[in-house]
């Protein structure tokens, strides 16, 4: 393929699993409002690069990177959404990709009262 067409769907595929995690996240503390108790949003970082909740439906709902993209071990590996929607501790997961000899590297925090934030870096 053309190197910057390649490099331009890298940075794009990374920034679509930050929002898609940045989805769950939100997602996750919306459920545990609703219900009224704690949902754990369990994270597996790389290689497994995989996080898990439970669902409206009360099932666990696993989710996988793209193969590129791999959630990097300084990443907290559990996050407990409370009923009244905060978390024991702010929390942040960090997504790194590898794209043309730099990582693009989004960060997602969530902090003492549930709120997710997106943050990016491109670091070399």
Known sequence: GIPIINEQVRIAEVRAAADDLALHLRAARMISVTKHKTITFTVYVDPTSTFEYEGLNGKQKLVAMP????IAPASDRLINFKGNGSVDAASTIILESDVSGACERWTASVN???LTTLLHARVN
């Open 112 to 114: 003492s009262v549930g």
């Open 67 to 70: 193969a590129r993209v791999r």
